[in-house]
C-alpha cells in the first residue's frame, strides 16, 4: 500500500497570503495525484488530477506541482471560501490511499 | 448536471447487513467507473471500492475485502453497495464518487452507524 503523508496538518493563514500544502508518497506515483478540498459537511469537491491539472471551475489561484514522491497545492491570495480541509490521492495503482488531511485556517 | 444521491444509510447492530444506493443522473452512467469512499466521524477519507463501467472490473479495500460487495445496474443508473459483517469500524458517511481514477463528482453522502 502507498501511503500518503500530507504536512502541515494544520495551517494558521490570513485571507490574501499564499497558502503552500505538501504532499508525500511511500514510494513514485509518477503524476497519478489528484488533490480535493472538504467544507465542514459537505462532500469533498475535486480540484487538481494529474499532478497539475485543474478541474473544471476550479479557480485559476489553486495550482499543483510535483511528481515522483513529492507534491505541492499552492492557493494564492486565499480568499474566504478556501478555508477548508485539503486531502490528497494517488491513482498509482487501484489500492487508491488519501493522505489524512490538512486543515487550512484562519489565523 | 452530475447528480449523485445515496441511499439506505442508518443504523444496524454489529454482524448486522445494509445495502447502500447510489441514484446517478446527468451523464452517461453506464461508461463511467465508479466508486465509493467513506468517512469515518472526525476523520479522514477511505477509498473502499471501485467498479468499471461495464461492472467486469471490481476492486476492493483491504478492511472490507469479503464482507462488502459491489455491483452496479446500468439500466437504472445505479450504483450498490451489500455491506456485510458490519463491525464498529464501519461507521461513517459513504460517498459515491463518478470516475475511475480521480473522483470528479462526488453525492451528499449517507451516514452507517454500527452500534449495539
Known amino acids: 500500500e502507498i501511503v500518503m503523508t500530507q504536512s502541515p496538518a494544520t495551517l494558521s493563514m490570513s485571507p490574501g497570503e499564499r497558502a503552500t500544502l505538501s504532499c508525500r508518497a511511500s514510494?513514485?506515483?509518477?503524476?497519478?495525484l489528484a488533490w480535493y478540498q472538504q467544507k465542514p459537511g459537505q462532500a469533498p469537491r475535486l480540484l487538481i488530477y494529474?499532478?497539475?491539472t485543474r478541474a473544471t471551475g476550479i479557480p485559476a489561484r489553486f495550482s499543483g506541482s510535483g511528481s515522483g514522491t513529492e507534491f505541492t497545492l499552492t492557493i494564492t491570495s486565499l480568499q474566504s471560501e478556501d478555508f477548508a480541509v485539503y486531502y490528497c490521492?494517488?491513482?498509482?495503482?487501484?489500492?487508491?490511499?488519501f493522505g489524512q488531511g490538512t486543515k487550512l485556517e484562519i489565523k | 448536471e452530475v447528480q449523485l444521491v445515496e441511499s439506505g444509510g442508518g443504523l444496524v447492530q454489529p454482524g448486522g447487513s445494509l445495502t447502500l444506493s447510489c441514484a446517478a443522473s446527468?451523464?452517461?452512467?453506464?461508461?463511467?467507473?465508479m466508486n465509493w469512499v467513506r468517512q469515518a466521524p472526525g476523520k479522514g477519507l477511505e477509498w473502499v471500492s471501485y467498479?468499471?463501467?461495464?461492472?467486469?472490473?471490481?476492486y476492493y479495500a483491504d478492511s472490507v475485502k469479503g464482507r462488502f460487495t459491489v455491483s452496479r445496474d446500468n439500466a437504472k443508473s445505479s450504483l450498490y453497495l451489500q455491506t456485510n459483517n458490519l463491525r464498529d469500524e464501519d461507521t461513517a458517511v459513504y460517498y459515491c464518487?463518478?470516475?475511475?481514477?480521480?473522483?470528479?463528482?462526488w453525492g451528499q453522502g449517507i451516514l452507517v452507524t454500527v452500534s449495539s
Open positions: 494529474g499532478a497539475s
Open positions: 446527468g451523464f452517461s452512467f453506464s461508461i463511467y467507473s
Open positions: 467498479i468499471s463501467g461495464s461492472g467486469s472490473t471490481i
Open positions: 464518487a463518478k470516475g475511475g481514477n480521480w473522483f470528479e463528482s
Open positions: 514510494q513514485s506515483i509518477s503524476s497519478n
Open positions: 490521492q494517488h491513482y498509482y495503482n487501484w489500492l487508491y490511499t
